[in-house]
DNA sequence: CTGAAAGCGCTTACAG
DNA sequence: CTGAAAGCGCTTACAG
């Protein structure tokens, strides 16, 4: 293989015939630089093919332009089976990364690693984005590390009024809401719930929740006779599904915290000769890629994560730069498909 | 928000009482330090938790520690609509990069983009991973633009003899020939295949020439007049598979060129009234986790991504260490479920 | 508008 | 085994 001799500034200096420094001016973009200087050096960039050494730069600014994306993917210990959803949020945060000309650490961790006290530290980025499910009573430790460490970090997930840092999600209990709406609209009276309900689960307790609250309205309850838990999967879903129908309590509709618990829901449902959506409605949540393609197609909750991603780099940067942010709670949105069983495609 | 103040090397030294340098060797692990002397290092470390700044350890030793991961995603301008099989990879790549302790930058970029010129000569990354479908006679420019600048890239994809760089890929062909012999046993005698098979997508034409292969031995023919283009996606299978229907010609069976025109196939199957496995048999491509959750469940070819991502990293390495490596072709391997009809579950 | 110079925080030959 | 010193390639006050 080939040595690589990477130019330096100095080489564009000589090049152009200004000084290093001159050439940093431009390449920084300060408005300093006579226009003519300017294109002297920009063609002598050009000709070398130069690119400003990143890490040279950084240990000068002390900035990294660095973001790092950490996905926790605490139950499943399966590479392969990374929540789709989480993945849509991953791509969003990639692309509002370019946008704003910062590169994008990757990493995978346990909820129970080592992870709050090492990238800022470091230097590699100058700021955290957190992702993924996991018990929420697990995680808060840390995020109290990391507050009191004066990291910078946005998370993605429920906003609650005394949580550490600050939380980009979407309103679950609205979305929650709107499915209660829709299956009390539909006539089902028995409703089950399949995923963790509980405190260590914000976002499924909120859905929960807020399908309870349009439920009552509805003159109905949300039997927790008829709740089981599951985390965020296919298997658990099936899991779930099976457990429930094993219960002996009739049921009418499913409500699944996250679309991969409905798909394996759906088929659990199937093995057990129950019919979706003449039996049994099933609603999930997320309208991962997949949900359309479902047999029957699936009635669920959007979340929008293009501009999911946008905002927690955009709140991110703004921490980064010392500057106030907050917390946001985006609006969902249903969209009916086949497996609630309403008049639609 | 507290002003964070870094601890750097110089106060380790002071607390440990020794020079910098020394601090520097225990922290790079040489074998020429004191044992009492180390433990006093360490120490220090920990009391004031230092971490090494990244981007001064790089300066001085041109080496960045981190590789760059660039995921093409050419036809789909749609980012929640990542392939979830490149997500598996993605997943064992970050897994192999944290235990050979790189840092993982992760991009994803249009194939026409101006990737090819970046990440290295600006010393982000030492070296590149390249993953992705997308139309390979666009790519072949770029790749041969890599190699003659020297920069250090491993691909995803088919191992081809003529190729520049190097890459890992699966064996298709085996794949594609196991999907025959499948067929063919189970007495399914009209092949559709469903997906590009042309020089453009080498995997795909890879799994579509094995398939014939297979289906010749045993006196069938795959007739290109059951040959539907499709991208990997659910969208382009439904499309695909409609298509395929109404051309008009019989079949009785479907290969798909991936699980995700295979999910997109059945929808569109179900909607013109053909019984999967009944009137049509399908089989798809990866074995993504919805594989198993279909319905119904899906047979498909297994691509073994947890050795495929240690792979990636693996032979990455050794090219920036500037150590020998070559191209691997791993094996693959048909999962049987009930959408091919056999008696299986 | 431009140049000379200091310094970011490390690593590693060199000398002892 | 340890320290003093040079230098990686930038950025940015400072002086002109």
């Known amino acids: 293989m080939r040595k690589r001799t990477k130019a330096t500034s100095i080489d564009i200096a000589h090049r152009a015939g200004v000084s290093q420094a001159t050439v940093s001016r431009v390449l920084r973009g300060s408005p300093l630089v006579n226009a003519e200087t300017r294109r002297r050096v920009e063609e002598a960039v050009r000709a070398l093919n130069y690119k400003v050494d990143r890490h040279a730069s950084s240990l000068r600014t002390q900035r990294?332009?660095?973001?790092?994306?950490?996905?926790?993917?605490?139950?499943?210990?399966?590479?392969?089976?990374?929540?789709?959803?989480?993945?849509?949020i991953l791509g969003s945060v990639t692309r509002a990364c370019a946008r704003h000309g910062q590169d994008l650490l990757v990493s995978f961790q346990q909820l129970s690693d080592d992870w709050h006290a090492d990238y800022e530290d470091s230097m590699k980025a100058d700021g955290l984005i957190l992702l993924g499910y996991g018990d929420y009573r697990?995680?808060?430790?840390?995020?109290?590390?990391?507050?009191?460490q004066g990291t910078r970090f946005v998370r993605w997930g429920a906003v609650q009024p005394d949580q550490p840092g600050i939380s980009i999600g979407c309103d679950n209990a609205h979305g929650g809401r709107l499915v209660g709406e829709h299956l009390a609209a539909l006539g089902r009276r028995r409703v089950a719930f399949l995923g963790s309900a509980s405190r260590g689960y914000p976002e499924f307790l909120d859905r929960y929740r807020g399908c309870e609250a349009a439920l009552?309205?509805?003159?109905?309850?949300?039997?927790?006779?008829?709740?089981?838990?599951a985390d965020s999967s296919e298997e658990a879903g099936y899991t779930a599904a099976m457990a429930l129908v094993e219960r002996g309590q009739p049921f009418d509709a499913v409500f699944a915290a996250s679309d991969l618990i409905a798909i394996g829901a759906i088929r659990a449902l199937a093995e057990k000769g129950l019919r979706v959506p003449e039996d049994v409605a099933v609603v999930g949540f997320d309208d991962?890629?997949?949900?359309?393609?479902?047999?029957?197609?699936?009635?669920?909750?959007?979340?929008?994560?293009?501009r999911a991603g946008e905002l927690l780099v955009e709140t991110l940067l703004k921490l980064v730069k010392?500057?106030?942010?907050?917390?946001?709670?985006?609006?969902?949105?249903?969209?009916?498909?086949?497996?609630?069983?309403?008049?639609?495609?």
């Open 64 to 88: 990294s332009g660095t973001l790092a994306l950490l996905l926790f993917e605490e139950p499943t210990p399966d590479h392969a089976h990374i929540n789709p959803f989480f993945l849509s």
């Open 138 to 148: 697990l995680y808060r430790d840390k995020l109290d590390a990391l507050v009191a």
């Open 216 to 229: 009552q309205v509805a003159g109905l309850a949300l039997d927790p006779a008829l709740q089981v838990d």
């Open 288 to 306: 991962i890629p997949t949900a359309r393609f479902t047999n029957p197609s699936l009635t669920t909750v959007v979340q929008d994560t293009a």
């Open 322 to 345: 010392g500057e106030a942010a907050e917390s946001v709670t985006l609006p969902a949105q249903l969209v009916v498909r086949r497996s609630s069983g309403a008049a639609a495609g």
